[in-house]
Each structure stands twice: as structure tokens, then as C-alpha cells.
């Protein structure tokens, strides 16, 4: 794995056009750190086209969500097949946009991540508690929760690769990050999760866990200072090419070594 992860979320922001071009924006002043992953997660039908574009580019391709079957009559869906065609390493599952607006679920977060394991995509697993839960002093067990109903029967050998992001709810699009050490301290409460589940050793070699919510090139700085925030998850600031470029070359310069 690598030492940090830059993952940027388009979200259904942009239509095509938008898409290539920011794409070839970002791809032109890109320069690469073998110890910094910079994945870009655009709309699924902007996916063929950028991945022409992304020519012999380090540039990562992820997709912002997968189905759990490999083939079959799911109108609508996408398969970890399908997305390995169109140039995808990654895909985000268990967004909290998902989960908010379509109902998904942890067991469904479970499926996809079997699934995607299987066909040697790397998951970015989300989790993160709502304004209420952490109102009613139950962000803790919201997380927690989420892992271990999306990771429990997992079977892991050492060699996957699986990033999960914590994103505060309440936090993402409000342009207001959480303090840092506090999300250092929910990663550190993630981790204990996943210890729990699988091996020590396993969960160092096969897990990161990354920030997510209202990250630009001024705040990451003080996520990434912190011992286990191994990269973020951006939003909004990943539809500018050179806030987002920031926040790589901030990455770059923060966390080398
Ligand atoms: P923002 O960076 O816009 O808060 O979005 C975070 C997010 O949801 C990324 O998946």
C-alpha cells in the first residue's frame, strides 16, 4: 500500500464535457510521488473517456460505487467487471450520499466489499456518524458499527489493499472540517474496530484509513500531521484543479517518508 491516499470525489457534479476537461487540467501540471496515490472518482459515463485521456498518467481511476453481483438482470447496475474495462483500481462503497439517499445499508456495504476483493479492485469503505449520533454521544459506536457489520467474515491474507474513510456526516459540504485530533481520534477508533476483526499485523499491512469532509489545501496540512490519517477523501475542492493540485503537492510535502 501506500503511504497516503489523495482521493477526489466528483460526485454527479459535472456532465461530460466538464469532466474530460477538468480531467486534462489536472493530468497537465500532475507530477507524481511514488509515495502518494492520487485517485480521481468521476461519473461512471465520464469513465471511458478519461481513462483515454489519462494516457501513461499515474493518475488513479476510481468509481463511486459498484454493485455486488458479477453479471446478471440488475437494470441499472454496474459490475466490478465493467469498471476494471474502463481503466478503475478503486471504487468508493458505502458512501454516506448513498446511504442517505437510496437507503444502502451495511449489509449492502458488505456484499460490495466481498465482491470487490474478489475481483482485486481496492475498496474505499465509508463510515461516519450523523450530527445526532454525535449529539446523543454515539459517534463511537456509529462507527464502530459500521465496521464490523461491513468487514465481520471477511477473510483477508495480507496482500489486499482496503482504505477506509471517515466522514463526519454533519461535516461534508459545510466547508467546516472537524478538528484534526479529533478525527485523528476517530481513526484511532476505527483501527482498535478493525484490530478487533482481524489480526494486528493484518490491519497494519492490509488497511489505511483516510479524512473525509470540507478538505481544501489550507486545512490538510493538519489532518495529515496526525499518525493515522493516511490521506483524505475530497469533495467539493477536487472540482478545482488547482486546489485539488494543492492538496496533492501538500501530501507530497507533509507525508514523504
Ligand atoms: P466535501 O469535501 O465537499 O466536504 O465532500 C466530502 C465527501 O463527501 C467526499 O466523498
Given at each position: 500500500?501506500k503511504?497516503i491516499y489523495?482521493i477526489?470525489?466528483?460526485?454527479m457534479?459535472?456532465n461530460?464535457k466538464?469532466?474530460?476537461d477538468l480531467?486534462?487540467?489536472?493530468?497537465?501540471k500532475?507530477?507524481?510521488?511514488?509515495d502518494?496515490?492520487?485517485?480521481?472518482?468521476?461519473?461512471?459515463?465520464s469513465?471511458?473517456d478519461i481513462?483515454r485521456?489519462?494516457?501513461g498518467?499515474?493518475?488513479?481511476?476510481?468509481?463511486?460505487?459498484?454493485f455486488?453481483?458479477?453479471v446478471?438482470?440488475?437494470t441499472?447496475?454496474?459490475?466490478?467487471?465493467?469498471?476494471?474495462d474502463?481503466?478503475c483500481?478503486?471504487?468508493i462503497i458505502?458512501h454516506?450520499?448513498?446511504?442517505?439517499?437510496?437507503k444502502?445499508?451495511?449489509?449492502?456495504?458488505h456484499?460490495k466489499?466481498?465482491?470487490v476483493?474478489k475481483?482485486?479492485l481496492v475498496?474505499?469503505v465509508?463510515?461516519?456518524?450523523?450530527?445526532?449520533?454525535?449529539?446523543e454521544g454515539?459517534?463511537?459506536?456509529?462507527?464502530?458499527s459500521?465496521?464490523?457489520?461491513a468487514?465481520?467474515?471477511i477473510d483477508?491474507l495480507?496482500?489486499?489493499e482496503?482504505?477506509?474513510?471517515?466522514?463526519?456526516?454533519?461535516?461534508?459540504g459545510?466547508?467546516r472540517?472537524?478538528?484534526?485530533?479529533?478525527?485523528?481520534?476517530?481513526?484511532?477508533v476505527?483501527?482498535?474496530?478493525?484490530i478487533?476483526?482481524?489480526?494486528v499485523?493484518i490491519?497494519?499491512?492490509?488497511f489505511?484509513?483516510?479524512?473525509?469532509?470540507?478538505?481544501?489545501?489550507?486545512?490538510?496540512?493538519?489532518?495529515?500531521?496526525?499518525p493515522n490519517i493516511?490521506?483524505?477523501?475530497?469533495?467539493?475542492?477536487?472540482?478545482?484543479p488547482d486546489?485539488?493540485l494543492g492538496?496533492?503537492?501538500e501530501a507530497k510535502?507533509?507525508?514523504c517518508y
Amino acid at each position: 500500500m501506500k503511504n497516503i491516499y489523495i482521493i477526489a470525489n466528483w460526485k454527479m457534479q459535472l456532465n461530460l464535457k466538464e469532466s474530460i476537461d477538468l480531467f486534462n487540467n489536472i493530468k497537465q501540471k500532475f507530477s507524481h510521488s511514488e509515495d502518494v496515490e492520487t485517485v480521481i472518482c468521476p461519473s461512471y459515463i465520464s469513465l471511458p473517456d478519461i481513462n483515454r485521456c489519462k494516457g501513461g498518467s499515474k493518475i488513479r481511476l476510481g468509481a463511486q460505487d459498484v454493485f455486488w453481483e458479477d453479471v446478471g438482470a440488475y437494470t441499472g447496475e454496474i459490475s466490478c467487471e465493467m469498471l476494471k474495462d474502463v481503466g478503475c483500481n478503486y471504487t468508493i462503497i458505502g458512501h454516506s450520499d448513498r446511504r442517505k439517499y437510496f437507503k444502502e445499508s451495511d449489509e449492502m456495504a458488505h456484499y460490495k466489499l466481498r465482491t470487490v476483493l474478489k475481483n482485486s479492485l481496492v475498496p474505499i469503505v465509508c463510515v461516519g456518524e450523523t450530527f445526532q449520533e454525535r449529539q446523543e454521544g454515539k459517534k463511537e459506536y456509529a462507527v464502530i458499527s459500521q465496521i464490523t457489520k461491513a468487514m465481520s467474515g471477511i477473510d483477508l491474507l495480507g496482500t489486499e489493499e482496503i482504505i477506509v474513510a471517515y466522514e463526519p456526516i454533519w461535516v461534508i459540504g459545510s466547508g467546516r472540517a472537524i478538528n484534526a485530533e479529533e478525527a485523528e481520534y476517530m481513526h484511532q477508533v476505527i483501527k482498535q474496530a478493525l484490530i478487533d476483526i482481524f489480526p494486528v499485523d493484518i490491519t497494519e499491512k492490509c488497511f489505511r484509513i483516510i479524512y473525509g469532509g470540507s478538505i481544501n489545501q489550507t486545512n490538510i496540512k493538519t489532518f495529515l500531521v496526525q499518525p493515522n490519517i493516511k490521506g483524505v477523501l475530497v469533495g467539493g475542492a477536487s472540482l478545482n484543479p488547482d486546489e485539488f493540485l494543492g492538496i496533492v503537492s501538500e501530501a507530497k510535502r507533509e507525508k514523504c517518508y
